[in-house]
């Protein structure tokens, strides 16, 4: 009788599991439909993390850490771009792009200002939540001389997807 429970017992674990694959090859074929509609991300927040700074003076404020982009960086200033983030709000008619969530942005000290992007959305202004994880896309911008200014900006921002 012990044996036979073991066996029930066992079959039963075995088919809970077997549930929780997706075996269907029609699931499988929308997955991946569904994922090749979203275009990749030209930028990466790795990309934009490769920065240097270099200390200078500033007529306003003193002595001041200007950024210095990479190269490759600086070669998507002015081209169209897909990148990927939470939304943060910075005041009642701007938003940026952040490569975390806003409990860990970079406004709470946790991060720099290159784990950021500033945005200005083509067109009407869209109504977004804190933390709406979006793909953008529109024209990249490299700041290195504006200290007041985002180093990074994507200017005639649409929404591609919003997940």
């Known amino acids: 009788m012990r044996n036979y429970l073991k066996v029930v017992l066992a079959l039963v ?41 270099i200390r200078k003076k500033h007529a306003t404020y003193g002595e001041v850490e200007f950024p210095q982009v990479n190269v490759k960086l600086k070669t998507y200033h002015n081209k169209t771009v897909y990148l990927t983030g939470f939304i943060v709000p910075i005041d009642a008619k701007n938003y940026a792009l ?29 109504k977004l939540k804190t933390d709406t994880y979006l793909t953008i896309k529109g024209t990249f911008k490299v700041n290195e001389s504006d200290v007041d200014d985002w180093i990074y900006n994507i200017e005639n921002a649409e929404i591609v997807s919003k997940i």
Do not use: H
Not at 98 to 124: M, Q
């Open 13 to 53: 674990v075995f088919i809970s599991l077997m549930s929780f694959q997706k075996n269907s090859k029609s699931e499988r074929i929308a997955v991946s439909s569904t994922v090749a509609s979203i275009p990749a991300d030209t930028l990466t927040w790795k990309l934009l993390g490769d920065i240097k700074y």
């Open 98 to 126: 952040s490569k975390n969530v806003f409990a860990s942005c970079f406004f709470c000290g946790k991060s720099g200002p290159e784990t950021i992007t500033g945005l200005k959305f083509k067109g009407s202004f869209p």
